[in-house]
């Protein structure tokens, strides 16, 4: 099949460009630079054809649609659309000349949690600038589903990782390897609260098996989205108790009020932290079994254990 990929150098793509490859699909990737971020570029990546363009400085200029509409492929995996107006431009071009569009959507689409898990049919209620403009592509795709037969898929990642890419640190912050040196050290890590805020991550891995089992099973996949998450979400207090373990010793954790955590760790910091505790994700991977047999490689522990042992070989985590 031909598969056109929007932003299929970075996370995601670097990881399920060469899947598609690898699995006989003919590949034409756009970026602004021909090159995979965060996977090796000789495995692989010779197959691909690059279409190089920058997609947000030809949508200023108008020329998108255009390169869009003169691109000819069997299926599109749009990984960087944001806003509705972006997806109104590309449900156009592709309109009744594709078998299959997949979206690259979030579980910040689906708000804070209510009832865990979360499942993709429970009421989307998102908070945030960008849940609410994800959950509004998805409504459009289902609604040109419904009038025109639109045949698309949206896959919703937690918080995405991988090998070269941090996850989510246990204090729910992305801020370098502060919280890991702690951790490592036996020295004090602040949570707010109880501590039992939830993050649920993803490897970038087990996002490309979910577009890529979706792409391949349309039967199963048109007019659905799926949670791209880890077997299970983990709180905060777990995490840190996990990654403490790796190095041998308990957590030592001290549970503070959100305000005294947002003079510790700074404004910045407690921006991540904050969005992240406020929706305390937990999403179900039940459907994605069901319809797709997806099967995530990695669970948030595995993740952690990936990561700190690149951060320990190149040095940049010292204990
Ligand atoms: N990060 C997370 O934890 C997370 C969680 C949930 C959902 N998501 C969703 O994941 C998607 C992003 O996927 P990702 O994390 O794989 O992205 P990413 O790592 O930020 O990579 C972005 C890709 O898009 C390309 N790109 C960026 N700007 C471009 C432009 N102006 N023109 C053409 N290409 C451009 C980049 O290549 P060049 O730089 O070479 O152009 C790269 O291939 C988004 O839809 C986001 O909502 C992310």
Not at 107 to 136: L, V
Not at 162 to 187: C, F, H, M, T
Request: glycine share 8%; proline share 5%.
């Amino acid at each position: 099949m031909r598969v056109l990929v929007i932003g299929g150098t970075g996370h995601i793509g670097s990881y399920l460009v060469p899947r598609l490859v690898l699995a006989g699909h003919d590949v034409t990737v756009v970026a602004r630079n021909p090159h995979p971020q965060y996977t090796d570029e000789r495995l692989a990546w010779t197959r691909v054809t690059w279409e190089v363009a920058d997609r947000s400085a030809e949508e200023e200029a108008g020329t998108w649609a255009e390169r869009m509409a003169g691109l000819e492929t069997d299926a599109v995996i749009d990984l960087i659309t944001f806003r509705t107006e972006q997806n109104d431009v590309m449900m156009q071009a592709f309109a009744g000349r594709i078998e299959h569009f997949l979206h690259c959507g979030t579980i910040w689409s689906y708000g804070p949690t209510e009832r865990a898990p979360y499942e993709e049919h429970f009421p989307r209620r998102p908070t945030t600038q960008y849940g609410i403009d994800k959950a509004q592509i998805e409504a459009d795709l289902h609604r040109a589903w419904c009038r025109d037969g639109f045949p698309y898929t949206v896959i919703h990642p937690g918080h995405i990782c991988g090998r070269r890419w941090l996850p989510i640190d246990p204090q729910g912050s992305r801020d370098g390897v502060g919280v890991y040196r702690k951790l490592a050290r036996g020295e004090t890590v602040h949570l707010p609260d109880l501590g039992l805020a939830t993050i649920h991550h993803v490897h970038a891995d087990d996002v490309a098996q979910l577009f890529q089992l979706s792409l391949e099973q349309p039967g199963q996949a048109l007019d659905e989205s799926f949670s791209a998450v880890a077997p299970y979400a983990m709180s905060l207090l777990g995490c840190c108790r996990f990654v403490a373990s790796l190095f041998g010793h308990e957590a030592i954790l001290e549970f503070v009020s959100r305000a005294q955590l947002q003079t510790i760790v700074g404004d910045r910091s407690w921006a991540v932290i904050e969005s992240h505790i406020e929706h305390s994700p937990c999403s179900s991977i039940a459907k994605g079994q069901h319809l797709l047999g997806y099967q995530p490689r990695y669970t948030t522990e595995q993740i952690y254990t990936e990561c700190i042992e690149h951060l320990l070989s190149t040095g940049e985590l010292e204990i």
